[in-house]
């Protein structure tokens, strides 16, 4: 069992930044494929970015340039690091973690979950 919790969200002007964290409860870096995505008021949950050894990381195209995924073994933390937010990026973001050879964007592969964190971005 994964236990996933995140932090860092929070309400910030368009051009701001923002950093998440997602606290794994095990040693993930080498084990699990991590992600986080996102669902916006009325739309679907979607893939914001995945991190996985040995493979290059995967942003959605919206993001790409913007923001970066990245994570502490030593602390088994995982980070996106949101740079230049749009009102668009407004949503809940979720932190997700799947066995390393089932990794992908698709929000339908991922096993464990953390609860969220509140993405709010003003004009």
């Known amino acids: 069992q994964v236990q996933l919790v995140e932090s860092g969200g929070g309400s910030v002007q368009a051009g701001g930044s923002l950093r998440l964290s997602c606290a794994a409860s095990v040693s993930t870096a080498t084990t699990f494929c991590m992600g986080w995505f996102r669902q916006a008021p009325g739309k679907e949950r979607e893939g914001v970015a995945t991190?996985?050894?040995?493979?290059?990381?995967w942003y959605a195209a919206s993001v790409r340039g913007r923001f970066t995924i990245s994570q502490d073994s030593a602390t088994n933390t995982l980070y996106l690091q949101m740079n230049n937010l749009k009102p668009e990026d407004t949503a809940m973001y979720y932190c997700a973690a799947v066995d390393r050879g089932l990794c992908s964007p698709d929000d339908r592969y991922m096993h464990y979950w953390g609860k969220g964190t509140l993405v709010i971005i003003s004009s």
């Open positions: 991190i996985n050894v040995g493979a290059p990381s």
